[in-house]
């Protein structure tokens, strides 16, 4: 994803490097920590098959939180905020995608 970004915003990598847009990144993906431990304590607190809603809705929320900390670095707004937003949803889909596939294909027969 920073590699993207990186290749999509000349203006931050000429004036930034990508140290900048790496860190901005990081900073947006911290957001995945509440969500992470929502889903621990709903899978193992309250017994809810939860992890997949949770791990879909951080990653949705950090990308856009990373988009965000990609315009203050002066990245162009549409730019800034589309690009993290339509990779977190085909990484969001996929997760689903692939984790409805696993629950399927790996269960004990009864």
Request: charged share 10%; no cysteine.
């Amino acid at each position: 994803m920073a590699l993207l970004i990186w290749a999509g915003n000349p203006g931050i990598r000429r004036q930034h490097g990508y140290g900048a847009i790496r860190t901005a990144i990081a900073r947006g993906f911290l957001l995945l920590v509440p969500f992470t431990v929502l889903g621990a304590a709903a899978d193992l607190g309250l017994g809810w098959n939860a992890v997949q809603a949770f791990t879909s809705a951080g990653l949705m929320t950090a990308a856009a939180s990373a988009g965000m900390e990609i315009g203050r670095l002066g990245g162009g707004r549409l730019r800034s905020a589309l690009l993290p937003a339509g990779l977190a949803f085909l990484l969001s889909a996929l997760w689903m995608v692939g984790s409805s596939m696993a629950q399927l294909l790996w269960r004990p027969l009864a």
